[in-house]
């Protein structure tokens, strides 16, 4: 069974950093495109980064873009996600995702809250 396992969740302070990371198994993850996605309480999921199979190119969310860092180690099968200078709107659960052609497969998120 595939598997997405997302970690690194938890509470910061505004302006804090975190680092989720996203293990993947049973796929052959050096193929596939990665994303994060995000989903606020009351709100549509929504995209924030995506890093293509090779990590070559990347691509993110205006409102994330400069703070934001996606990266991936096809060795480990890892995708990871850098957070610096978190905002209390970043606050949602977080979920990580991978996809090639018509084949999506998503993690079960983990909870990140900026709060004082």
């Known amino acids: 069974q595939v598997r997405l396992v997302e970690s690194g969740g938890g509470l910061v302070q505004p302006g804090g950093s975190l680092r989720l990371s996203c293990a993947a198994s049973?796929?052959?993850?050096?193929?596939?495109?990665m994303a994060w996605y995000r989903q606020a309480p009351g709100k549509q999921r929504e995209l924030v980064a995506t890093i293509t199979s090779t990590g070559d190119s990347t691509n993110y969310a205006d409102s994330v873009r400069g703070r934001f860092t996606i990266s991936r180690d096809n060795a480990k099968a890892a995708v990871y996600l850098q957070m610096n200078s978190l905002k209390p709107e970043d606050t949602a659960v977080y979920y990580c995702?991978?996809?090639?052609?018509?084949?999506?497969?998503w993690g079960q998120g983990t909870q990140i809250t900026v709060s004082s």
């Open positions: 995702r991978g996809t090639l052609n018509s084949l999506t497969y």
């Open positions: 049973r796929i052959t993850f050096s193929l596939y495109t």
